[in-house]
Nanobody, 120 residues
Framework: QVQLVESGGGLEQAGGSLQLSCAASGSIYRIIEMGWYRQAPGKQRELVASINAGGATNYADFAKGRFSISRWNAKNTVSLQMNSLKPEDTGVYYC??????????????WGQGNQVTVSS
């Protein structure tokens, strides 16, 4: 099993910045990819940004130019820097990871979710 523990988030004014972090621990043989998704009230969960083991990133259109995801470090922690925040960025942000627990099998894991609220 793999656990994802998120930190950061909270309340920020429009135009401000927040950083989210996600630490993966447990039975980790190799991390394939880590990323962030978000879910606003009444809406489906959507990709914010992801990064794979090779460092290739994928950003949602709304995140391009404002958000930046960093590859996981030696402590298997990935960060999402969010700048120029807008009220529509409000939602619950979830860390996601695809991890090999052994050389043959991988699985997908989710964090518990972290509330981000941006006031106008």
């Amino acid at each position: 099993q793999v656990q994802l523990v998120e930190s950061g988030g909270g309340l920020e004014q429009a135009g401000g910045s927040l950083q989210l972090s996600c630490a993966a621990s447990g039975s980790i043989y190799r991390i394939i990819e880590m990323g962030w998704y978000r879910q606003a009230p009444g809406k489906q969960r959507e990709l914010v940004a992801s990064i794979n083991a090779g460092g290739a990133t994928n950003y949602a259109d709304f995140a391009k130019g404002r958000f930046s995801i960093s590859r996981w470090n030696a402590k298997n922690t990935v960060s999402l820097q969010m700048n120029s925040l807008k009220p529509e960025d409000t939602g619950v942000y979830y860390c996601n990871a695809r991890v090999y627990s052994d050389p043959k099998s991988w699985d997908e894991y989710w964090g518990q979710g972290n509330q981000v609220t941006v006031s106008s």
